[in-house]
C-alpha cells in the first residue's frame, strides 16, 4: 500500500485560489453543524489568514471571542467517511510585528512542592488583554524571523530566539454530534499544539462525516515541547495548504509527516488521561502505520520502534508523539496505488 505522503507527493496540484479565503464567522467548535466556509477540491491549494488564540486579527482588531477561533469548515470535494485527509502545509508565515504569551509555567508542569513556592503569574494588568495580568509581549522581527520578549527583561539572558511558525489548530469535524470546542485536541485532530506542524508538513486526519469539514487556526511564532506555559508565542499567520484525500484508510487519529519523520500522535484532551495513555496510543498506531503501509512483520515494527523510535510530549497533561526516522524505513512500491485515480473526487 503506497504510503498517504506518497500519494500526496505524486497528485498534480490544481491551481491556487485567487484570493484568500478570509472568513466573515468564525468557530470554536469541530462540529459538523456549521456552514461550510468554502468547498475545495483534491489537490486544490487554498490560502488563508488566521486569527491569533485571543480573536486577534494581523492589525490588531478585535474579530472573536477568546479562545482560539477557527477558520472552516473546507469541504473536500470526495471525503467520506473512512477515508483520510492529507493536509500539507505549504506557506505557514507570520504577519504581524507582535505576540504575546504567559508569564509563568502552568503550574500542571510542576510538582507540589515547586508549586508551593512559586512566583505569581501576575505581571501588568491590561498589558496585553484588558482584564488580564498573567500574559507578556514579544516582538516579532518578519525579516530576521526571530521573537523577542519585549518586557520583563532579564539581567541574565537574552530572550531572542529564532522564530518557528506553527499551527496550534488543525482538524476535522468530530464524529457523530460530538461537538468539541478548540481547546482539547482527540482522534479528530483538534488543538494539538505539536510544535512540528508547520511549513513543509503534512498532517492526516480521519474523515468523519461527508466532505471531512476541515478547520485550521491558532498560530504560534514559537512554543517548546508541550506547551508547558499553557500558550505558545500568539499571532496571526498567513496559511496556504494543499488537500489530497486518501481513500479507505482508516485512521485511529491524527499523523504528521515531515522530511524527515513520520510520526503518530496519540491525540487525547488534557487532563482527561494519563499521559502514558497517550504514549501507548501513538505506539499502537505507529505498528498499524508500519505493518499496514511499510509491509513490516508485526515483530519488526516492533523492535523498530523499541531501538529507532523516539517519543515527543506534544502537551504536557495530553498527547504523545512516536517518531520513526524516514531513512530506517523500507522503500515503498510506487505501482500499488495510482495516485490520480485516489484523488478524483466522486461524482
Known amino acids: 500500500m503506497l504510503s498517504l505522503a506518497l500519494a500526496t507527493l505524486l497528485s498534480p496540484a490544481l ?17 459538523h453543524a456549521h456552514p461550510v466556509l468554502s468547498r475545495i477540491k483534491p489537490g486544490e491549494a487554498v490560502s488563508t489568514r488566521t486569527l491569533d488564540s485571543g ?3 494581523e492589525k490588531g482588531v478585535q474579530r472573536h471571542e477568546p479562545y482560539n477561533p477557527l477558520n472552516g469548515p473546507f469541504f473536500v470535494e470526495g471525503a467520506e467517511p ?6 500539507t502545509i505549504t506557506k ?12 509563568r509555567l502552568g503550574l500542571f508542569s510542576l510538582t507540589p512542592e515547586h508549586v508551593e513556592h512559586v512566583y ?9 488583554r484588558k482584564g488580564r495580568s498573567n500574559l507578556v509581549p514579544w516582538d516579532l522581527d518578519l525579516k530576521r524571523k526571530t521573537v523577542r520578549l519585549r518586557e520583563p527583561v532579564s539581567k541574565k539572558l537574552s530572550m531572542e530566539f529564532p522564530a518557528q511558525p506553527m499551527l496550534g489548530c488543525i482538524g476535522v469535524a468530530a464524529a457523530g454530534d460530538f461537538a468539541p470546542t478548540s481547546g482539547p485536541s482527540g482522534s479528530y485532530g483538534g488543538n494539538l499544539d505539536y510544535n512540528k506542524i508547520g511549513e513543509g508538513a503534512t498532517v492526516y ?9 476541515l478547520f485550521v487556526g491558532d498560530g504560534h511564532a514559537l512554543q517548546g515541547d508541550g506547551e508547558s506555559t499553557g500558550t505558545g508565542i500568539e499571532t496571526t499567520m498567513d496559511l496556504e495548504f494543499v488537500v489530497q484525500l486518501k481513500k479507505g484508510a482508516k485512521l485511529a487519529g491524527p499523523r504528521v509527516e515531515t522530511a524527515d519523520e513520520i510520526i503518530s500522535i496519540g491525540s487525547q484532551a488534557e487532563f482527561a488521561s494519563a499521559l502514558d495513555n497517550g504514549l501507548k496510543m501513538a505506539t499502537s ?23 529507532q523510535g523516539k517519543y515527543e510530549v506534544v502537551t504536557v497533561a495530553g498527547s504523545m508523539a512516536l517518531c520513526i526516522p524516514k531513512k530506517r524505513l523500507p522503500a515503498l512500491k510506487e505501482t500499488a496505488v495510482d495516485p490520480v485515480k485516489e484523488n478524483t473526487a466522486k461524482p
Open 15 to 31: 491551481p491556487a485560489q485567487t484570493a484568500p479565503i478570509i472568513p466573515k464567522t468564525y468557530y470554536r467548535t469541530f462540529s
Open 120 to 128: 505569581s503569574s501576575a505581571y501588568k494588568l491590561d498589558l496585553v
Open 205 to 213: 486526519l480521519p474523515v468523519n462525516h461527508p466532505g471531512g469539514l
Open 92 to 103: 505557514l508565515a507570520m504577519n504581524r510585528d507582535w505576540g504575546w504569551s504567559g508569564f
Open 82 to 87: 473512512g477515508d483520510a485527509l492529507a493536509v
Open 285 to 307: 498506531d505507529m505498528v498499524d502505520w508500519l505493518v499496514r503501509d511499510y509491509q513490516l512483520e508485526d515483530w519488526a515494527a516492533h523492535l523498530l520502534i523499541g531501538y
Open 55 to 57: 480573536g486577534q486579527d
